[in-house]
């Protein structure tokens, strides 16, 4: 049981998240009748318009996804640590995993911030804090997409590996394509639902920005593969040494070879371990 427990909390976080965007969705939808909150809305809302109107939700739902969240990256870091699942040897690699939990807490943290901040009573406020959380994120799943690289080549023999940089790959090309394009469309929007057109882009652009947040569940999930091998087994993953160290630890250990057996060559006790 313990073991599994390290897996749910990005799933518990993946299900907070879809169950508030959801939420605040079917409230707009049927609660609200679809209706415009202010009057430079276009005809289909944005997430933020919709979680100023109902605060009540849209606060408390992004308090515990960036909480969970944020015990999520905190506990990948440590069962890297302690080798329950892959970690880089390289201490340049490493950097990566670091960077994306560095950036990963700040965007748990902006997020609280946004949704604290209505969009109707603290507008700069609120686009300020969206905005470093769009960014932290891209940032944090950048990074995490590199470390997941960088530890299928390290770790040729688990397929696993792959699989999930795969993944994460596809999930942020995909996130960081749309989110560029709720960018380019919210530009040409400027805010001007008077026109047919101005209404037709604005409208355009928050429905992508629903797609980009539902997206976000997908993205939670890529990283409860990162715990997989917690749940199959409890010990650690042996490190990986490069050819370097492992060819000094032998030279050395080569000219007491014969006369101690209790001082073999590196690759010799590998050998036996695996015999």
């Not at 749910?8 to 909150?37: E, M, S």
């Not at 009540?56 to 969970?68: A, E, I």
Request: charged share 15%; aromatic share 14%; hydrophobic share 45%.
């Amino acid at each position: 049981m313990v073991r599994t427990a390290y897996i749910w909390l990005p799933v518990i976080t993946a299900l907070l998240w879809f169950i508030t965007l959801t939420t605040l969705f079917l409230l707009w939808r049927l609660l609200d009748r679809g209706q415009r909150y202010q009057a430079d809305e276009p005809s289909i809302a944005f997430v933020s318009g919709v979680g100023a109107a109902h605060l009540l939700v849209f606060t408390p739902g992004c308090t515990l996804v960036s909480l969970f969240y944020i015990m999520t990256i905190v506990v990948d870091r440590c069962l890297r640590y302690h080798q329950r699942i892959p970690q880089l040897s390289g201490k340049w690699q490493r950097c990566w995993g670091y960077s994306g939990a560095f950036y990963a807490i700040l965007s748990g943290l902006s997020l609280i911030a946004l949704s604290s901040f209505s969009l109707f009573e603290y507008p700069d406020i609120h686009w300020r804090f969206t905005f470093m959380f769009s960014l932290s994120l891209i940032i944090s799943a950048s990074c995490q997409f590199m470390e997941a690289f960088c530890l299928q080549k390290e770790y040729p023999d688990k397929p696993g590996l792959r699989r999930n940089a795969v993944l994460k790959f596809a999930v942020i090309a995909t996130g960081t394509s749309l989110a560029i394009i709720v960018g380019v469309l919210y530009k040409a929007y400027g805010g001007d639902v008077t026109s047919r057109r101005g209404n037709s882009i604005g409208s355009a652009c928050a429905a992508v920005e629903w797609a980009v947040c539902f997206l976000l569940t997908f993205y939670f999930l890529t990283l409860a593969l990162d715990f997989w091998p917690t749940v199959k087994t409890s010990s650690r993953i042996p490190c990986h040494m490069d050819s370097e160290s492992t060819a000094e630890i032998e030279n050395s250990a080569a000219p007491n070879s014969t006369t101690d057996p209790q001082k073999r060559p590196i690759s010799s006790v590998y050998a036996t371990m695996a015999d």
